[in-house]
């Protein structure tokens, strides 16, 4: 446990350190956002001002987990083997990328309020639904970026890994988001809900069984 | 000769549903009317692929216990024997959807699912060639294996099940109903079925073999 907390406040150190990251990913959320505005207009319908926040979240995660591995690389990779083992670096990586991806996800929310409005009706569920969302997405992310980082090969087969990879946690979580915002009560949504989480569980628990056989030379 | 059997035996059950399944008398329903034969030949590709994609994920996860790279070899023979499945289950759906739907491809919980699967094993392919060294390409590809299949299986068994399709046994079920098949299809299916696994297992063994001749 304590190895976990020292790993993630590396982690956020590191990220803190290398700002430019941050930044870069706050304009391209910015940059796209406004590129959807200007051709489409202030008013999306529903369910296409929830499909275009999900495309976007969805290409900025997969580009955010492309640099997800960016620090253990060549000689830290041995590092990081000496401080800690495998099965703390994929909790406390997977833990600091749902932390990511919350943020991710609630800027885009965010945004999108600015440019078109909030059109959600039910907010904790749509909530909800964001952040089993963002979980989902960061287990898979960490485990498809780990094994793109360990094939020590280019930066598009992580994303070709990821996104099929990524349909099942999305489906799920855009048809929550749709239901959020036509209002649907959060115990008539429990069934998607239960799904999701036992999805992410499931994922989770996987990942978690199967990372110390990558983490390995 | 011991060996043979479920060769001969798997060719037999093929022939005799690609045979008999032109010949038997099928139940006349309106719309599907005599392409209910495609069943035999469409559905049985579906049942082909998750037995081999199956047993692919069940050598990769004997690979990380054993290290075995003959393992690895029987996982991407098996895998590259069901993608071969999955592409021919999609061309005989596509004419039959073009003949029962009107549209050779529409936006149905199964159709995505098949999209998925196939995207899902593709970039399995293009991740094992980014790598040369056998035993580490053989561990991360087995990882990669092992969480496509159960996303897989989520995606093709579990999701269909909360939506409405088109295919039979929509928005439950995502299988056959008990009343969906009649008796005299289920004597050419089921036999359709078996004849295709088996006959999928052989070429597989092939091709494993003429993989461990290579290396």
Same mark, same amino acid.
């Given at each position: 446990m304590q190895k976990i907390v020292r790993l993630l406040v590396r982690f956020f150190r590191q990220e803190v350190r290398n700002?430019?990251? !941050?930044?870069? !990913?706050? !304009?391209y959320l910015l940059g796209v956002s406004y590129l959807i505005y200007l051709l489409s207009g202030s008013t999306p319908s529903d369910s296409a001002w929830n499909t275009l926040l999900w495309v976007v979240v969805f290409f900025g995660s997969v580009q955010l987990s492309s640099r997800s591995f960016e620090f253990e690389s060549?000689?830290?990779?041995?590092?990081?083997?000496?401080?800690?083992?495998?099965?703390?670096?994929?909790?406390?990586k997977m833990l600091f990328n749902v932390a990511y991806m919350m943020l991710l996800s609630l800027a885009t929310w965010a945004l999108f309020s600015v440019f078109f409005g909030n059109p959600v009706y039910n907010t904790a569920l749509f909530f909800i639904g964001l952040i089993l969302g963002a979980t989902g997405f960061s287990v898979v992310l960490t485990l498809t970026s780990g094994i793109a980082h360990r094939t020590?090969?280019?930066?598009?087969?992580g994303a070709i890994l990821a996104i099929p990879l990524l349909f099942p946690v999305l489906q799920l979580t855009s048809a929550i988001n749709l239901q959020?915002?036509?209002?649907v009560t959060l115990t008539d949504a429990a069934n998607l809900l239960g799904t999701l989480v036992a999805l992410d569980m499931g994922i989770g628990l996987l990942a978690y069984l199967l990372f110390p056989y990558l983490w390995q030379d | 000769?011991?060996?043979? *059997?479920?060769? +001969?035996?798997?060719?037999?059950? +093929?022939?005799?549903? $690609?045979?008999? &399944?032109?010949?038997?008398? +099928?139940?006349?329903?309106? *719309? *599907?009317?005599?392409? *209910? =034969?495609? $069943?035999?030949?469409h559905v049985s590709m579906w049942f082909a692929m998750v037995a081999m994609m199956a047993a692919s994920f069940w050598n990769a996860i004997r690979f990380l216990g054993t290290e075995d790279l003959a393992k690895d070899r029987r996982s991407i023979s098996l895998a590259e024997m069901g993608m071969f499945f999955?592409?021919? &289950? $999609?061309?005989t759906g596509m004419v039959w959807a073009k003949f029962t739907w009107g549209a050779w491809w529409t936006n149905d919980p199964k159709l995505n699912g098949t999209a998925i699967t196939i995207l899902i094993y593709l970039a399995y392919f293009v991740l094992r060639n980014s790598m040369d060294d056998a035993r580490k390409k053989a561990r991360i590809s087995a990882v990669y294996n092992i969480f496509a299949f159960v996303m897989m299986i989520v995606f093709i068994g579990i999701l269909p099940r909360m939506t409405d399709s088109l295919h039979p046994g929509?928005? &439950?079920?995502? &299988?056959?109903n008990s009343y969906d098949l009649d008796n005299g299809l289920r004597m050419v299916f089921y036999p359709a079925v078996i004849g295709w696994i088996l006959v999928g297992t052989w070429i597989a063994s092939? =091709?494993?073999r003429l993989k461990a001749l290579q290396e």
């Open positions: 700002s430019n990251v !941050l930044f870069s !990913l706050g !304009l060549g000689s830290y990779f041995y590092y990081y083997q000496t401080i800690a083992n495998a099965k703390h670096t994929i909790i406390a020590k090969g280019n930066a598009t087969l959020a915002i036509v209002g | 000769m011991k060996g043979s *059997i479920y060769k +001969v035996l798997g060719l037999l059950l +093929v022939a005799y549903s $690609l045979t008999y &399944g032109l010949l038997t008398k +099928v139940p006349d329903l309106p *719309i *599907i009317e005599e392409s *209910i =034969r495609n $069943l035999f030949y999955s592409f021919m &289950g $999609l061309f929509n928005g &439950g079920n995502p &299988g056959f092939l =091709r494993y």
